[in-house]
């Protein structure tokens, strides 16, 4: 798991390194503002139709190289703006930047699923969660820093490719094809070694012996709809919550500082609610984490003053924290044996129709009313809360099944 999670690190690192930059420096180089739109959401629309293919085929051939093939591309179009220009270049060069995304990501949560028993995926998924958050919270720290150094925003599209690249090293050369492509494991498993007499019990259930045949089913469809919710959200900030914060007064400076605020909790509380998880089940830390993001986003429509703003982002940050590692727990409970990549490519899509829908919508929504973002996402988030528990049902009550530790017994 290591040198996947670090991948991870540095591989946001420098996404997180250009993001804060990458409109500005479209603008700067003759792509208007209504143009703009259409650059943005080339990324994610290439990629809502690429995650799904490149997560079935990701389980049909060793993933590793597929991982290095994603990063390898993501840092050469990260670096490709710099010598091209014209808004139809931009999202040539966004849409295949999506493409490589798809590439690399259902490929390497698949990888992460199987590589980890699943009475502790809300653990591993934590980790994964706290290493992305990492790279979104010093990404554009180092970006600035890049740009300060050298006198040159273009500067920072270089470090960011150079980055990618190193992810993709550190992948080629740590990260090995798993000698068992299905993703039931025990927790404890028993030695090939022993031998017990034909009296003894049956074998305990197995960790993930209970998971389903076929990608339809209620679990993977739940995580679906919760995870549309959630990304319906994330693409309503990513176009108002810089101006929303503006409006209030705040300068940009104190705008960097609350998406800071917002990684802080997700990096610091995924691993212990991953843990948590795995232990209690993962239907508490959702339905709490996704009421927390409902009250928070009505709070932003009626708080004014600067220090309470701050306080509501770092609530959201940590209601957040407790429904990611709980969603990909559900995720995993709810993939099929040796079908976890498109299992996360379907899941990915979802969150990536929402996006798109959302990043369209909250433009229209904001020039309207500067309230009515936040309302569609407190509604948007309740009802994928509702819809996905009554998918679900009891299923998603308890946690994942361990093997318990073997009894001993006479060996003959």
Known sequence: ??????????????????????????????????????????????????????????????????????????????????????????????????????????????????????????EAFGLYSAAQMAGFIFGPALGGLAAALTGDVRSVFALGGLVM?????????????????????????????????????????????DAPRSLVNRLLLAAIALNFGNYFAGGMWEVIWSLFMIGRG???EFVGLTFALFGVPILFLSPLVGRLVDRRGPVVFIVVGSLAAVVTSLVYTVVHDLTLLAIVVLVEGAGWALVTPALYAVVA?????????????????????????????????????????????????????????????????????AVPNPVPTEVT
């Open 165 to 209: 690249l190193g992810s993709a090293v550190v992948v080629a050369l740590k990260v090995r094809e798993l000698p068992d492509r299905s993703h039931v494991h025990a927790a404890h498993p028993v030695p090939a070694t022993e031998i017990h007499r034909e009296a003894s019990p049956a074998p305990a259930p197995v960790a993930g012996a």
């Open 333 to 401: 409970r709810g993939t099929p044996a040796g079908r976890s990549s498109t299992a996360q490519g379907m899941f990915g899509a979802s969150g990536t129709l929402a996006n798109i829908g959302a990043s369209a919508l909250a433009g229209t929504m904001f020039a309207t009313n500067r309230d009515l973002p936040f309302y569609s996402i407190a509604i948007v988030v309740l009802l994928s809360l509702a819809v996905s528990l009554l998918i679900a049902g009891r299923a998603a009550m308890r946690p994942a099944r």
């Open 1 to 122: 798991m290591l040198p996947l999670l670090g991948a991870e690190l540095v591989l946001l690192l420098g996404f997180g390194a250009i993001l804060p930059i990458l409109s500005i420096y479209f603008t700067e180089h003759g792509v208007d503002i209504p143009t703009l739109g259409i650059v943005v959401a080339a990324w994610p629309a290439t990629r809502l139709i690429a995650e799904p293919a490149f997560g079935w085929l990701a389980d049909r051939t060793a993933r590793p190289p597929l991982m290095v093939a994603g990063l390898v591309l993501s840092g050469i179009f990260a670096v490709a703006p710099l010598v091209v220009e014209g808004a139809l270049a931009f999202i040539l060069l966004r849409g295949l930047a999506g493409a490589a995304a798809a590439l690399y990501d259902p490929a390497a949560r698949g990888y992460l699923m199987d590589a980890t028993p699943a009475n502790r995926r809300g």
């Open 250 to 252: 705040a300068s940009v």
